[in-house]
């Protein structure tokens, strides 16, 4: 079946630069649209960034559009968060999901990965 495992998080001043990465154990996500999502304590999950199958279309929300990129190589299994301009508002534990179909709600993601912690220091 495969899993989903993210790595790259770290503790950074703002202003810095992260990549997120989410790599797949197996081929299962390869024809699966692929997100991120962030979550900090007390609050809902939140969509920040997808990206479709099979045409790579790429979608974010406001807040990290011009400063986030998402990205996937379907040889490696893996999809990318690229972060730049961090800013505290970032912090939060970061997730990847893969979604059967175009969705940017938490819900419509089937798979999950552990997270991975962003701490953006002011």
């Known amino acids: 079946q495969g899993q989903l495992e993210e790595s790259g998080g770290g503790l950074v001043q703002a202003g810095a630069s992260l990549r997120l990465s989410c790599a797949a154990s197996?081929?299962?996500?390869?024809?699966?649209?692929m997100g991120w999502f962030r979550q900090v304590p007390g609050k809902e999950r939140e969509f920040v960034a997808a990206?479709?199958?099979?045409?790579?279309?790429?979608y974010y929300i406001d807040s990290v559009k011009g400063r986030f990129a998402i990205s996937r190589d379907n040889a490696k299994n893996t999809v990318y968060l690229q972060m730049n301009s961090l800013k505290p508002e970032d912090t939060a534990v970061y997730y990847c999901?893969?979604?059967?179909?175009?969705?940017?709600?938490?819900?419509?993601?089937?798979?999950w990965g552990q997270g991975t912690q962003v701490t953006v220091s002011s």
């Open positions: 999901a893969a979604a059967r179909f175009w969705v940017t709600t938490t819900s419509g993601y089937e798979h």
């Open positions: 197996g081929r299962t996500f390869s024809t699966y649209n």
């Open positions: 990206i479709s199958w099979p045409s790579a279309r790429t």
